[in-house]
């Protein structure tokens, strides 16, 4: 019977054979990097019984698995240093190499945290000089599960240009700002999923304390199996990415006869086009042309396609052309020598998009170069969405509360960390006053889980949308008011983004500046430096003589700062005893904002940045925004 157990235990661990090897979670792997000056847990499986001996620098700790099939031990605090290797003895050895030790975060939230370094601003040139050996990345893959688990996937990375394009942008420009100043190395886990609301992320037993959650919690014992779902979905979608059916019928040869194709105009928009089944599409787009007279066709050329947002696989007269140039204005393909013809030319490309995508934007135009000569490519194009596989029903995994928490976040637990950084928000805009109690809920609960009050710094949501014309009430607003008010928790730290938004993009791309708002937080919160000025201006009191109010802030450093060459203030909005607010006028007296509005002649009541993407303009010296805030508790009415 107990050798029965074994085989159970192993086989869910992926052992291969029926007594088990020793196995190690995922991020305990080459190129990990422990928690300096720490106590260092360390656990992984094997059989019943094995005794393990764990060898690191001069320490040799020893463990004796359980019934279970878990081991576990503490390793004692290390200074900063590396790379080593960690010995792990039972009936086998692994070794793990090129281990660092410096300071370990967590980086999680939704796809504003996911959002890589591809996509930020300056993308090229913060690709080209990430030459950072010393900063390691774990990425974790996607996973829900109804109950906590133990294996989390995923493999270390060093930073360097070939791999920091796919790491997040804010989580890299908060690793190398801290790297920078602390030259130690910087380990970050990165467990981000785009699109999940805060209660996924949150331990069941945190949420039985809310009644809206109960039936879900209950459904995690009884109902759907979301692990399991989950697992299906990505097999799925890995065999929708990996559709090959039409090369296989040679849709990418000059010889496919695409006469009964539909005709379509670039730029290439399929949700525009209607032409993506469900949220995505797999679609074929092929064009024939013909070179002008002045183009050497023998030469090496580069076909433009402009802003693409989705992978496309490019054929160029059967030809898969493989190479290409990301620049700002768009994507530079690369066609060898001697593919190109005078004449009959054949484009034949597949476009794979999932949540709106494009080739090309509005005023872009094809067009094809090389050093003799430059021509457009115009006309109509055909595209064909039925010849690769449909794109799998949606599986929403990532809504279910407590289910990536189980799968992403409890598998870490007591993995030593440093400190968290959270950007999440955008999926619970709706309900901002749930969620200042779910955000403690969760943060009080990790601690608990960790058995750490480690810090938690978080990006209170950039803007995003556009502003009415008239002070109103904004469901933005008030998510970074419910985001704010969690500040009250020891440890926490916030970096205000509410003048790097972009009105028609949620996700923004200046990531530079979120991470070294982040970074000094960090400063403050994390290593103690109490004299760093780590936000931006924050309301501390009014006063109200004579018709005006009279602001007074904190965090000013070494002053207030508007930013308007004539020194009015924009932003400020002020209501009398009718509570309806109007735009004020005002200027900065000394470290004070002044305030007025000739038709309120008893103001009571202050907002500041109160909208989705307002333009207030004051900031400190050391140029961080001032903190979006209003002084009234009146309630909020949304359209």
């Not at 000094?520 to 931006?536: M, P, Q």
Request: charged share 25%; hydrophobic share 40%; aromatic share 12%.
């Amino acid at each position: 019977m107990l050798k029965r157990i074994i085989f159970l235990v192993c086989l869910n661990m992926f052992a291969v054979n029926a007594w088990c090897k020793i196995s190690l979670p995922g991020f305990v792997s080459d190129g990990m990097v422990l928690q300096r000056d720490a106590k260092l847990p360390i656990w992984g499986w094997a059989d019943s019984g094995e005794k393990i001996t764990v060898r690191f620098q001069k320490q040799v700790k020893t463990a004796i698995t359980g019934k279970d099939g878990k081991w576990h031990l503490n390793l004692d605090p290390v200074s900063s240093g590396g790379p080593y290797t960690i010995e792990f003895l039972g009936k086998n050895k692994i070794e793990v190499k090129n281990v660092l030790v410096g300071d370990v975060f967590l980086a999680t939230g939704q796809s504003n945290m996911e959002f890589t370094t591809y996509s930020v601003t300056n993308s090229r040139d913060e690709i080209l000089k990430a030459n950072f050996p010393d900063i390691h990345f774990f990425r974790a893959a996607l996973n829900v599960a109804n109950q906590p688990i133990d294996t989390l996937k995923g493999d270390w990375k060093e930073v360097s240009p070939e791999t920091v394009g796919d790491f997040s942008g804010v989580a890299y420009f908060f690793a190398r700002e801290l790297y920078q100043k602390k030259k130690i190395p910087i380990g970050v886990i990165v467990t981000a999923w785009g699109g999940s609301p805060i209660e996924p992320w949150i331990r069941a037993e945190d949420l039985q304390r809310f009644p809206e959650f109960q039936n879900e919690l209950l459904n995690l014992k009884t109902g759907r199996d979301w692990h399991s779902t989950f697992i299906q979905y990505e097999s799925d979608m890995k065999s929708f990415h990996e559709s090959n059916l039409g090369v296989k019928n040679g849709v990418n040869l000059t010889v496919y006869n695409d006469d009964e194709w539909e005709s379509v105009e670039f730029p290439f928009d399929l949700k525009a086009l209607e032409i993506a089944d469900n949220y995505g599409g797999n679609v074929w787009i092929r064009k024939r042309f013909d070179l002008n007279e002045s183009f050497n066709s023998n030469l090496k050329s580069t076909l433009f396609l402009g802003k693409i947002n989705g992978n496309v696989n490019l054929y160029i007269n059967g030809n898969e052309i493989t190479k290409s140039e990301k620049k700002e204005d768009g994507t530079y393909f690369i066609i060898p020598e001697n593919v190109l013809q005078q004449t009959n030319n054949q484009i034949a490309l597949k476009f794979l998009e999932i949540w709106g995508g494009n080739i090309g934007e509005m005023g872009q135009t094809v067009f094809i170069q090389n050093e003799s000569s430059k021509m457009n490519i115009t006309g109509n194009w055909k595209f064909n969405s039925k010849i690769e596989m449909k794109i799998p029903d949606y599986v929403s995994s990532n809504t279910t509360p407590s289910t990536i928490y189980n799968a992403m976040i409890a598998p870490l637990i007591p993995f030593a960390i440093k400190g968290v950084i959270w950007y999440q928000g955008e999926s619970n805009v709706d309900r901002a006053k749930q969620y200042q109690t779910l955000f403690p809920a969760l943060i009080e609960g990790w601690r608990k889980q960790w058995k750490s009050d480690f810090p938690f710094l978080f990006v209170q949501l950039a803007g995003f949308m556009e502003d009415k014309k008239e002070p109103s009430d904004y469901k933005w607003a008030a998510l970074r008011e419910a985001q704010q008010t969690t500040l009250k928790l020891p440890k926490t730290g916030m970096a205000v983004a509410i003048d790097l938004g972009e009105k028609n993009d949620i996700h923004p791309k200046n990531k530079q500046d979120v991470g070294k708002r982040l970074a000094l937080a960090a400063e403050k919160v994390v290593y103690g430096n109490t004299e760093i000025v780590d936000s931006g201006p924050t309301f501390k009191s009014f006063s109200v003589d004579n018709g005006k109010i009279r602001i007074q802030f904190e965090n000013f450093g070494s002053g207030l700062l508007l930013k308007d060459k004539y020194g009015y203030v924009r932003g400020f909005s002020i209501a009398g005893n009718d509570k309806i607010f109007k735009w004020a006028k005002g200027f900065q007296e000394g470290n004070n904002i002044i305030l007025y509005n000739d038709e309120i002649e008893n103001p009571t009541a202050v907002r500041y940045d109160w909208g989705n993407s307002p333009d207030g303009n004051l900031y400190n010296q050391v140029g961080l925004p001032a903190v979006p805030f209003r002084t009234d508790d009146y309630p909020l009415h949304f359209e």
